[in-house]
């Protein structure tokens, strides 16, 4: 699949702002003043800036409204039902915090369980397609939650959290890249089964000699040629970083920012082979995945 | 919208026959010639006289070789557009009830005018059936003619899709694949019509005929009138002429 | 239904108006509705009504509205004003333009009209263009069929008086057994698609010999991939296993065919004082004119010492030499498969199809049915286009001829008006005299040596050597010699060279980096050795660069065009039919359709036929020359509405004329009727109804040639008999080639010898018209580019893999190209989409288009001329009956080289005559 930017800096930023609003919501840390505004505002800040991108998205932002209407079937609207309701269900905790009035930490209960959902509703648009095996399985939403609260965590600076998390993502990125290489063969389309014909059909000509949004969409395959490189940065930086950085640092804001920043590489670099690496079936008919 | 409908009575469709298919590409232009002017966007071709166009159509022909255990191998010609599935994913995951399935006849369309391009759908469907218009920055797909097929102001026969109009060959057949004794229908059952990538559960209504066997004929050999050998020529003429 | 499901508007007007008119992107000629919206061109859909297509159209057609609104189109008569071939013009008016032409062709027609050559390309108006040259008094004038396919045309008439190309079709109703031979599209597009259909919707069988296994040669149920060159051997054996068991229709022979006939001691045909062609009556056992009422003539005779030709063709056919087994390996299939066909081909012969009609024969006997036998054929350009293409088509009609299935039920059927036997055509004329018309038609069918286009001096008449002793048949001409020839100043030199739409710098041309040399080349006085080119194009094309002068045509849906029954019309087996184009839209630029600026230019000219005897002009324009033109008194252009808007064929000049084909939807049927439909040339009543629509003035039945006479007098004469003598190094190649009965030999090609191992082919793309689908944006996204593709012998053995290219060399020249792997193929053969690649700069597209950067050109490979064989004398490479251009003779070999970025050769970017397109549409 094309490893669209802004598809890309939306998950990775939604995700980590809903992870820390997530935190914040159920008071981990209670923060007041100054301290809120900036942590409030930064989740506010990634939530809000990867909502944006994921617009640049869509051939058609002027109608985005109407993606609230389909949310008994749709996971995307779903989603932002949720990410719309997480914003405006929190804003009132958020700005109690700023202007520094203590809420009980149970308050922002329903509000971390909708940001969770938002990111489960966002993993889900993918993990639902069946036409994509690598992604349409039950881990993809476990990856982008632990993503989400792991990001979210480490700029919280919910040291044991943030640990916890961080050290749960190796190996979970780790099997997800090998099991996920498997997927596509595991689900047995073939060009066979998506033509009907036999015994072991190859492409004579494609349809077309240009290109067109399919195999742009698709099948992008130029997006893999790093991807044994990627696949480690992901899991260093993404993981084994910032788990060592909140197991042996102290957390003083710095440190966070900067746990948070290199996980963010890796995140990103995880997420563009989430789609670099994943393949359609669609490929099957262009003789190329 | 995005719920899918109860199944429809009427479940109108193609039947495409790869055995008569020969690849001239007359559906793929067809489509677009007719797309291109009617209901919603025109189909868009980008940099169209450029070093790489890149245009939308909502059919196209495929040719794939394959090799049988017997024999040369065989060149197939795949036409492919969108099935108008009875279980259509594209449905489902549309976020903003754009993408619809008709109650009354199956047929899977797009209200262009409620799609915001975000590409679901045309992820969700196995078949790339669907392309984002780059212009338009909606989302394309079959129609199945709709324009076509309920067009009062068509005489009757030209009620089918553009595409079955101008097949040279007549591989391609619309009709109501929902009864089972519809001449669609019928050609199905005769010629063991299949569903593409059963096992995306997507219960296409389209379906494809299969190529037929090919090969020699079961012809016995050809006996000889008389044996050149000892006879010649001479007695060669005097046999078939004599018999004449 | 659901409450919320988007009501949609399910009978929406298509357009304001329809208008019916003809298609021209390819030779078809189907009907379209051009749909109108606002005055604009919205949709174009087949005409249901129409007889050649019933309402379906090939991708091309379906484009049209690509076609029509193309940046690539002319937009004003251009005049070159950089050197020849650098593509630098400017715009001028028609006067200007006008004023030019005829300042540089009035001299030329008052002092030498020779001087001037006038060739078109595959248009559709000869019957008109050779008019105005005749007119002109130039014998150089032919149009295309030289380097197409005259070899088919030709065969065929000589033999049966029609042929496959355009004359006549498989009974696609009938046929239980079609056999396609070299066949990837065809003229005849949507007629053949339509019919395939038919057949597979029945449940025939459909064969296909070929090379190459797409298209048709896909569906087909199966598939022979025979080595190129070889079908003569192919047929020639299926004829010598057919008759080995008896399986050939002696009936139909003996009443139809020359083979009862005697051959004398000269090899020609025993007549009577008449000149009656003789066979022996088997009722009288005496001599007798083959017409005669109630004559059987006997297959088996001998008359004073003569055989006849059944008997020397069986000789001949029977020998081992034509066995399956002698054949199998030059051909590439194995005698099994041979005789498998064969047999095939017994079993459909011994199933009879009959329709209870009766009709009436020549000879006056009644017959209470039409019988036949359901094996049809069809060939084309994988036959025709090798230089033993003549023989090999002649010997494919033996066969069908052998096996009775031609103007049978079930077999293949003559198109009105055809059949015509090749003594009903013209000869060729060639004497010219200044200012003064040709002597009548420039192209036809010559007897013997006695109808050459040779001077006093024996040398030829016409610039491309037509009806000479190196091509004595060629009835098309040999439009592929006129660069070189014109060139070369061999057998003369030339002024202006008058072009209409053929790209002859580019795809058209054998060896074109060579032709574009040959048009900028200049003398030792720095003039250009061709000194003018006029040219009629459309569109941007390569040869648009290489023009002097560029007379800007519109578009098909912005003009008037006639598609006759004096030239090649839309007929169909059971209909006589023939089809205008008129303008639907206006020109909406400075362009002019060339027959009428041709008519503008006669008219300027004073040209014979053009203006009365005062000078006055007899047409406005074309469209009053398609309705007021008699050809013969009561015969002209259209059949349709003469007279008084009720005769069909003959009548006399009706002014309503073509308001009635735009009316009845741009064509005229008139159906044959049911007595006449098969057995054309013997049917009496098909010959009087023939004769009724002015096809000929009187019946003219005659015997289909198995033994061709005229063919034995270019023999007889190679063997030093009578006074017109061959040049001696062309003797023995005329004896060999000459045969009076089928034969098979080597194409030249195979003289390239071991070096050049492999076959290379070209395809006609059924989504693509030679080079001017490029500019459309439609068509261009299906076939950009196109690679060579390889047999899986070659890709092991040479180690391709995806994305690999290849240098390819044959004995004139190499190419640098992609390749592809392709199974179903022969494992001597590669292949490539014909005409695909550009020249940078041509056509509106951006010099980085694919088309000019991996799309390449087979033609560099290609020479017009063989390499010579130590006699220092280098003939054509072409057929040595027809002089038809032998393209798929071409022998390479091949090589992997790294990937590149682009295609070699390249040539330098041409400067587009037209502004740049816009980026995106609409
Ligand atoms: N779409 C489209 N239609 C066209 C045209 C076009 O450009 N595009 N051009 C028109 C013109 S001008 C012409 S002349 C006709 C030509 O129509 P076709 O005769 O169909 O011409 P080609 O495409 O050259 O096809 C030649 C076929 O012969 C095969 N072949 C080559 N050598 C041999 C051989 O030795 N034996 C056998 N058995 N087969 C062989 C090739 O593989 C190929 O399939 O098409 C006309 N129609
Ligand atoms: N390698 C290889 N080469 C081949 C062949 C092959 O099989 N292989 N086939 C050969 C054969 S059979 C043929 S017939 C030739 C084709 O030879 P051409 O007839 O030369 O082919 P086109 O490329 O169609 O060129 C026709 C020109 O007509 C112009 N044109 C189009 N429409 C109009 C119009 O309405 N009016 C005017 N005035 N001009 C118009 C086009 O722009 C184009 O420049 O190619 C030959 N070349
Ligand atoms: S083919 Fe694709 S677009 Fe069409 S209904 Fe099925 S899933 Fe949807
Ligand atoms: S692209 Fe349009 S139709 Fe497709 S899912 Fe998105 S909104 Fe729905
Ligand atoms: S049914 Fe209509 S929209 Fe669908 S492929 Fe055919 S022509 Fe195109
Ligand atoms: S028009 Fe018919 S024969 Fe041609 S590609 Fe389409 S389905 Fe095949
Ligand atoms: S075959 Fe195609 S291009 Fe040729 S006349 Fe017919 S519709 Fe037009
Ligand atoms: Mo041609």
Same mark, same amino acid.
């Given at each position: 699949?094309?490893?669209?930017?802004?598809?890309?800096?939306?998950?990775?930023?939604?995700?980590?702002?809903?992870?820390?609003?997530?935190?914040?919501?159920?008071?981990?840390?209670?923060?007041?003043?100054?301290?809120?505004?900036?942590?409030? +505002?930064?989740?506010?800040?990634?939530?809000?800036?990867?909502?944006?991108?994921?617009?640049?998205?869509?051939?058609?932002?002027?109608?985005?409204?109407?993606?609230?209407?389909?949310?008994?079937?749709?996971?995307?609207?779903?989603?932002?039902?949720?990410?719309?309701?997480?914003?405006?269900?929190?804003?009132?905790?958020?700005?109690?915090?700023?202007?520094?009035?203590?809420?009980?930490?149970?308050?922002?209960?329903?509000?971390?369980?909708?940001?969770?959902?938002?990111?489960?509703?966002?993993?889900?648009?993918?993990?639902?397609?069946?036409?994509?095996?690598?992604?349409?399985?039950?881990?993809?939403?476990?990856?982008?939650?632990?993503?989400?609260?792991?990001?979210?965590?480490?700029?919280?600076?919910?040291?044991?959290?943030?640990?916890?998390?961080?050290?749960?993502?190796?190996?979970?990125?780790?099997?997800?890249?090998?099991?996920?290489?498997?997927?596509?063969?595991?689900?047995?389309?073939?060009?066979?089964?998506?033509?009907?014909?036999?015994?072991?059909?190859?492409?004579?000509?494609?349809?077309?000699?240009?290109?067109?949004?399919?195999?742009?969409?698709?099948?992008?395959?130029?997006?893999?040629?790093?991807?044994?490189?990627?696949?480690?940065?992901?899991?260093?930086?993404?993981?084994?970083?910032?788990?060592?950085?909140?197991?042996?640092?102290? $957390?003083?804001?710095?440190?966070?920012?900067?746990?948070?920043?290199?996980?963010?590489?890796?995140?990103?670099?995880?997420?563009?082979?989430?789609?670099?690496?994943?393949?359609?079936?669609?490929?099957?008919?262009?003789?190329?995945? | 919208?995005?719920?899918?409908?109860?199944?429809?009575?009427?479940?109108?469709?193609?039947?495409?026959?790869?055995?008569?298919?020969?690849?001239?590409?007359?559906?793929?232009?067809?489509?677009? +010639?007719?797309?291109?002017?009617?209901?919603?966007?025109?189909?868009?071709?980008?940099?169209?006289?450029?070093?790489?166009?890149?245009?939308?159509?909502?059919?196209?022909?495929?040719?794939?070789?394959?090799?049988?255990?017997?024999?040369?191998?065989?060149?197939?010609?795949?036409?492919?557009?969108?099935?108008?599935?009875?279980?259509?994913?594209?449905?489902?995951?549309?976020?903003?009830?754009?993408?619809?399935?008709?109650?009354?006849?199956?047929?899977?369309?797009?209200?262009?005018?409620?799609?915001?391009?975000?590409?679901?759908?045309?992820?969700?469907?196995?078949?790339?059936?669907?392309?984002?218009?780059?212009?338009?920055?909606?989302?394309?797909?079959?129609?199945?003619?709709?324009?076509?097929?309920?067009?009062?102001?068509?005489?009757?026969?030209?009620?089918?899709?553009?595409?079955?109009?101008?097949?040279?060959?007549?591989?391609?057949?619309?009709?109501?694949?929902?009864?089972?004794?519809?001449?669609?229908?019928?050609?199905?059952?005769?010629?063991?019509?299949?569903?593409?990538?059963?096992?995306?559960?997507?219960?296409?209504?389209?379906?494809?005929?299969?190529?037929?066997?090919?090969?020699?004929?079961?012809?016995?050999?050809?006996?000889?009138?008389?044996?050149?050998?000892?006879?010649?020529?001479?007695?060669?003429?005097?046999?078939?002429?004599?018999?004449? | 239904?659901?409450?919320?499901?988007?009501?949609?508007?399910?009978?929406?007007?298509?357009?304001?108006?329809?208008?019916?008119?003809?298609?021209?992107?390819?030779?078809?000629?189907?009907?379209?509705?051009?749909?109108?919206?606002?005055?604009?061109?919205?949709?174009?859909?087949?005409?249901?009504?129409?007889?050649?297509?019933?309402?379906?159209?090939?991708?091309?057609?379906?484009?049209?509205?690509?076609?029509?609104?193309?940046?690539?189109?002319?937009?004003?008569?251009?005049?070159?004003?950089?050197?020849?071939?650098?593509?630098?013009?400017?715009?001028?008016?028609?006067?200007?333009?006008?004023?030019?032409?005829?300042?540089?062709?009035?001299?030329?027609?008052?002092?030498?009209?020779?001087?001037?050559?006038?060739?078109?390309?595959?248009?559709?108006?000869?019957?008109?263009?050779?008019?105005?040259?005749?007119?002109?008094?130039?014998?150089? =004038?032919?149009?295309?069929?030289?380097?197409?396919?005259?070899?088919?045309?030709?065969?065929?008439?000589?033999?049966?008086?029609?042929?496959?190309?355009?004359?006549?079709?498989?009974?696609?109703?009938?046929?239980?057994?079609?056999?396609?031979?070299?066949?990837?599209?065809?003229?005849?597009?949507?007629?053949?698609?339509?019919?395939?259909?038919?057949?597979?919707?029945?449940?025939?069988?459909?064969?296909?010999?070929?090379?190459?296994?797409?298209?048709?040669?896909?569906?087909?149920?199966?598939?022979?991939?025979?080595?190129?060159?070889?079908?003569?051997?192919?047929?020639?054996?299926?004829?010598?296993?057919?008759?080995?068991?008896?399986?050939?229709?002696?009936?139909?022979?003996?009443?139809?065919?020359?083979?009862?006939?005697?051959? +004398?001691?000269?090899?020609?045909?025993?007549?009577?004082?008449?000149?009656?062609?003789?066979?022996?009556?088997?009722?009288?056992?005496?001599?007798?004119?083959?017409?005669?009422?109630?004559?059987?003539?006997?297959?088996?005779?001998?008359?004073?010492?003569?055989?006849?030709?059944?008997?020397?063709?069986?000789?001949?056919?029977?020998?081992?030499?034509?066995?399956?087994?002698?054949?199998?390996?030059?051909?590439?299939?194995?005698?099994?498969?041979?005789?498998?066909?064969?047999?095939?081909?017994?079993?459909?012969?011994?199933?009879?199809?009959?329709?209870?009609?009766?009709?009436?024969?020549?000879?006056?006997?009644?017959?209470?049915?039409?019988?036949?036998? $359901?094996?049809?054929?069809?060939?084309?350009?994988?036959?025709?286009?090798?230089?033993?293409?003549?023989?090999?088509?002649?010997?494919?009609?033996?066969?069908?001829?052998?096996?009775?299935?031609?103007?049978?039920?079930?077999?293949?059927?003559?198109?009105?008006?055809?059949?015509?036997?090749?003594?009903?055509?013209?000869?060729?004329?060639?004497?010219?005299?200044?200012?003064?018309?040709?002597?009548?038609?420039?192209?036809?069918?010559?007897?013997?040596?006695?109808?050459?286009?040779?001077?006093?001096?024996?040398?030829?008449?016409?610039?491309?050597?037509?009806?000479?002793?190196?091509?004595?048949?060629?009835?098309?001409?040999?439009?592929?010699?006129?660069?070189?020839?014109?060139?070369?100043?061999?057998?003369?030199?030339?002024?202006?060279?008058?072009?209409?739409?053929?790209?002859?710098?580019?795809?058209?041309?054998?060896?074109?980096?060579?032709?574009?040399?040959?048009?900028?080349?200049?003398?030792?006085? +720095?003039?250009?050795?061709?000194?003018?080119?006029?040219?009629?194009?459309?569109?941007?094309?390569?040869?648009?660069?290489?023009?002097?002068?560029?007379?800007?045509?519109?578009?098909?849906?912005?003009?008037?065009?006639?598609?006759?029954?004096?030239?090649?019309?839309?007929?169909?087996?059971?209909?006589?039919?023939?089809?205008?184009?008129?303008?639907?839209?206006?020109?909406?630029?400075?362009?002019?359709?060339?027959?009428?600026?041709?008519?503008?230019?006669?008219?300027?000219?004073?040209?014979?036929?053009?203006?009365?005897?005062?000078?006055?002009?007899?047409?406005?324009?074309?469209?009053?020359?398609?309705?007021?033109?008699?050809?013969?008194?009561?015969?002209?252009?259209?059949?349709?509405?003469?007279?008084?808007?009720?005769?069909?064929?003959?009548?006399?000049?009706?002014?309503?004329?073509?308001?009635?084909?735009?009316?009845?939807?741009?064509?005229?049927?008139?159906?044959?009727?049911?007595?006449?439909?098969?057995?054309?040339?013997?049917?009496?009543?098909?010959?009087?109804?023939?004769?009724?629509?002015?096809?000929?003035?009187?019946?003219?039945?005659?015997?289909?040639?198995?033994?061709?006479?005229?063919?034995?007098?270019?023999?007889?004469?190679?063997?030093?008999?009578?006074?017109?003598?061959?040049?001696?190094?062309?003797?023995?190649?005329?004896?060999?080639?000459?045969?009076?009965?089928?034969?098979?030999? $080597?194409?030249?090609?195979?003289?390239?010898?071991?070096?050049?191992?492999?076959?290379?082919?070209?395809?006609?793309?059924?989504?693509?018209?030679?080079?001017?689908?490029?500019?459309?944006?439609?068509?261009?996204?299906?076939?950009?580019?196109?690679?060579? =593709?390889?047999?899986?012998?070659?890709?092991?053995?040479?180690?391709?893999?995806?994305?690999?290219?290849?240098?390819?060399?044959?004995?004139?020249?190499?190419?640098?190209?992609?390749?592809?792997?392709?199974?179903?193929?022969?494992?001597?053969?590669?292949?490539?989409?014909?005409?695909?690649?550009?020249?940078?700069?041509?056509?509106?597209?951006?010099?980085?288009?694919?088309?000019?950067?991996?799309?390449?050109?087979?033609?560099?490979?290609?020479?017009?001329?063989?390499?010579?064989?130590?006699?220092?004398?280098?003939?054509?490479?072409?057929?040595?009956?027809?002089?038809?251009?032998?393209?798929?003779?071409?022998?390479?070999?091949?090589?992997?080289?790294? $990937?590149?970025?682009?295609?070699?050769?390249?040539?330098?970017?041409?400067?587009?005559?037209?502004?740049?397109?816009?980026?995106?549409?609409?």
């Amino acid at each position: 699949m094309h490893p669209a930017p802004s598809v890309i800096v939306f998950s990775v930023l939604s995700g980590a702002g809903f992870g820390l609003l997530a935190f914040l919501a159920l008071g981990l840390p209670i923060v007041l003043g100054t301290d809120a505004l900036l942590l409030w +505002g930064a989740g506010y800040a990634l939530a809000v800036t990867g909502l944006v991108a994921s617009t640049f998205h869509l051939g058609n932002p002027r109608r985005a409204l109407k993606a609230y209407t389909q949310w008994r079937t749709s996971w995307l609207s779903r989603e932002a039902w949720a990410a719309t309701g997480t914003l405006v269900l929190l804003a009132p905790v958020a700005l109690a915090a700023v202007f520094g009035v203590p809420m009980p930490a149970h308050f922002g209960i329903v509000g971390t369980v909708l940001a969770l959902l938002t990111v489960f509703s966002t993993a889900q648009i993918y993990a639902q397609l069946a036409t994509v095996p690598r992604w349409n399985h039950g881990s993809v939403p476990a990856i982008f939650l632990v993503f989400s609260l792991a990001g979210g965590a480490i700029l919280a600076g919910a040291q044991i959290p943030a640990a916890v998390l961080t050290v749960l993502l190796a190996p979970l990125l780790v099997w997800s890249f090998r099991d996920g290489d498997t997927r596509f063969a595991r689900r047995g389309e073939t060009l066979q089964s998506a033509t009907g014909l036999g015994p072991d059909p190859r492409v004579l000509a494609q349809a077309h000699t240009a290109p067109n949004y399919l195999m742009r969409e698709m099948i992008f395959r130029v997006g893999r040629k790093h991807s044994r490189r990627l696949r480690i940065i992901a899991v260093l930086c993404a993981a084994v970083l910032p788990a060592a950085i909140t197991l042996f640092v102290p $957390p003083i804001p710095p440190v966070r920012v900067g746990a948070f920043l290199i996980h963010l590489m890796g995140a990103f670099a995880q997420r563009w082979l989430f789609f670099a690496e994943a393949e359609h079936v669609v490929g099957l008919y262009y003789g190329a995945r | 919208m995005t719920a899918l409908p109860p199944p429809s009575a009427r479940k109108l469709g193609l039947v495409i026959d790869l055995d008569t298919c020969v690849g001239c590409q007359a559906c793929v232009t067809a489509c677009k +010639g007719w797309n291109d002017q009617g209901a919603g966007a025109p189909l868009s071709d980008m940099n169209a006289y450029g070093s790489e166009p890149c245009g939308t159509f909502l059919n196209r022909v495929h040719s794939y070789e394959t090799q049988p255990v017997e024999g040369p191998a065989e060149v197939v010609n795949f036409p492919r557009s969108c099935l108008h599935c009875e279980n259509a994913p594209c449905v489902t995951v549309c976020p903003t009830g754009a993408s619809f399935k008709r109650a009354e006849d199956g047929i899977v369309l797009v209200n262009e005018d409620a799609c915001i391009g975000c590409g679901l759908c045309a992820w969700a469907c196995p078949y790339g059936a669907r392309e984002l218009d780059a212009a338009a920055g909606v989302m394309k797909k079959c129609t199945l003619c709709v324009d076509r097929i309920y067009n009062e102001t068509l005489p009757e026969e030209d009620r089918v899709p553009a595409c079955v109009r101008t097949c040279p060959t007549g591989a391609r057949h619309f009709g109501d694949l929902g009864d089972p004794e519809s001449a669609v229908s019928r050609l199905v059952a005769e010629r063991g019509g299949y569903d593409l990538m059963p096992g995306m559960e997507t219960k296409p209504v389209n379906k494809y005929l299969p190529p037929r066997r090919k090969g020699a004929a079961a012809a016995g050999p050809l006996d000889p009138l008389v044996d050149l050998e000892a006879r010649g020529v001479a007695g060669w003429l005097d046999r078939i002429l004599g018999a004449f | 239904m659901n409450a919320e499901e988007p009501q949609i508007d399910t009978s929406p007007r298509v357009s304001d108006e329809v208008r019916r008119t003809t298609c021209y992107m390819c030779a078809c000629r189907c009907g379209i509705n051009v749909h109108l919206k606002s005055g604009k061109v919205s949709y174009i859909e087949g005409n249901r009504d129409h007889p050649v297509n019933r309402g379906v159209l090939c991708a091309k057609g379906a484009a049209g509205i690509m076609q029509v609104t193309a940046p690539s189109r002319l937009r004003a008569p251009l005049k070159r004003v950089g050197p020849r071939g650098s593509g630098a013009f400017e715009e001028i008016t028609w006067d200007e333009a006008l004023e030019l032409a005829v300042s540089w062709l009035k001299p030329l027609r008052e002092a030498a009209p020779e001087k001037l050559a006038f060739f078109t390309g595959r248009d559709q108006s000869q019957s008109f263009t050779s008019f105005w040259a005749q007119g002109f008094g130039t014998p150089n =004038y032919a149009a295309h069929g030289g380097f197409c396919s005259v070899n088919m045309a030709a065969a065929g008439i000589y033999t049966m008086g029609g042929a496959f190309w355009e004359f006549g079709q498989p009974d696609w109703d009938r046929a239980k057994l079609f056999l396609l031979f070299g066949v990837a599209e065809d003229h005849d597009s949507n007629p053949i698609k339509i019919g395939i259909g038919k057949l597979k919707a029945r449940g025939a069988r459909v064969i296909g010999i070929n090379p190459v296994r797409t298209g048709y040669n896909g569906v087909a149920d199966d598939w022979y991939g025979i080595t190129p060159g070889t079908d003569g051997l192919l047929i020639l054996a299926l004829v010598h296993e057919l008759l080995k068991a008896g399986k050939v229709d002696l009936d139909y022979l003996a009443r139809w065919t020359n083979a009862p006939c005697l051959v +004398g001691d000269d090899g020609l045909l025993l007549r009577d004082a008449e000149g009656r062609l003789l066979v022996v009556d088997r009722v009288t056992g005496k001599p007798a004119p083959f017409d005669r009422k109630g004559v059987r003539p006997d297959l088996g005779a001998r008359h004073a010492g003569a055989r006849t030709v059944f008997q020397h063709l069986a000789e001949r056919y029977l020998d081992p030499g034509y066995a399956a087994e002698a054949v199998a390996e030059r051909t590439g299939i194995s005698a099994s498969r041979i005789k498998g066909l064969a047999a095939e081909l017994a079993a459909a012969f011994d199933a009879p199809v009959v329709i209870e009609q009766p009709w009436t024969d020549f000879r006056g006997e009644r017959h209470a049915t039409m019988t036949g036998r $359901p094996i049809a054929m069809h060939a084309m350009r994988g036959i025709s286009a090798h230089s033993n293409g003549f023989q090999t088509a002649r010997a494919l009609h033996l066969l069908q001829i052998l096996l009775g299935s031609v103007e049978t039920p079930g077999g293949f059927r003559f198109k009105p008006p055809y059949p015509k036997p090749f003594d009903a055509h013209p000869v060729p004329h060639a004497v010219c005299e200044a200012g003064k018309p040709l002597g009548g038609p420039h192209l036809g069918f010559v007897h013997g040596p006695e109808h050459l286009a040779l001077k006093s001096d024996g040398s030829p008449a016409r610039i491309d050597k037509a009806f000479s002793w190196e091509n004595p048949l060629s009835a098309h001409g040999l439009m592929h010699m006129l660069i070189p020839n014109a060139h070369a100043g061999d057998p003369y030199r030339i002024d202006t060279m008058l072009l209409y739409m053929a790209n002859m710098a580019w795809n058209s041309s054998m060896n074109t980096a060579a032709v574009m040399e040959m048009l900028t080349d200049r003398d030792e006085a +720095g003039e250009y050795k061709i000194p003018r080119i006029i040219y009629s194009d459309a569109y941007a094309s390569e040869m648009v660069a290489y023009s002097d002068l560029v007379l800007p045509d519109t578009t098909y849906l912005e003009r008037h065009d006639c598609i006759s029954l004096l030239d090649r019309p839309i007929c169909e087996a059971d209909a006589a039919a023939d089809a205008i184009r008129w303008p639907v839209i206006p020109p909406d630029r400075e362009v002019r359709g060339f027959q009428s600026v041709l008519i503008d230019l006669a008219n300027r000219l004073r040209l014979p036929g053009f203006v009365d005897a005062e000078g006055r002009a007899k047409y406005r324009d074309y469209a009053d020359y398609m309705v007021t033109h008699e050809r013969r008194p009561g015969v002209g252009p259209l059949m349709g509405w003469r007279g008084n808007g009720a005769q069909m064929g003959r009548g006399a000049v009706n002014p309503d004329q073509m308001q009635r084909y735009i009316e009845n939807g741009g064509f005229c049927t008139v159906h044959v009727p049911a007595d006449a439909a098969f057995f054309k040339p013997w049917n009496a009543g098909y010959q009087d109804w023939a004769v009724s629509l002015g096809f000929y003035d009187k019946p003219q039945p005659y015997l289909f040639s198995l033994w061709s006479e005229p063919l034995q007098r270019f023999r007889r004469a190679a063997e030093g008999h009578g006074e017109l003598q061959p040049p001696e190094h062309l003797r023995a190649g005329l004896i060999g080639a000459m045969d009076p009965l089928p034969v098979w030999h $080597p194409p030249f090609g195979a003289a390239a010898g071991a070096d050049y191992p492999v076959h290379a082919l070209t395809q006609r793309p059924m989504a693509m018209y030679h080079s001017w689908g490029s500019q459309n944006a439609w068509l261009r996204q299906i076939h950009g580019h196109n690679p060579l =593709y390889l047999p899986t012998a070659l890709w092991e053995r040479h180690g391709f893999e995806e994305g690999d290219w290849a240098r390819v060399t044959s004995p004139s020249g190499e190419i640098t190209v992609p390749v592809a792997h392709m199974a179903g193929l022969n494992d001597h053969t590669i292949w490539t989409w014909n005409a695909i690649g550009k020249r940078r700069g041509a056509w509106a597209l951006d010099p980085e288009a694919p088309e000019a950067t991996k799309g390449f050109l087979l033609n560099h490979l290609i020479d017009e001329l063989l390499p010579d064989r130590g006699d220092g004398i280098r003939r054509p490479n072409a057929d040595p009956v027809t002089g038809q251009a032998a393209w798929f003779d071409l022998r390479v070999r091949i090589e992997k080289v790294a $990937p590149r970025d682009a295609s070699l050769p390249t040539f330098p970017v041409l400067h587009s005559p037209v502004p740049p397109a816009r980026r995106n549409r609409p």
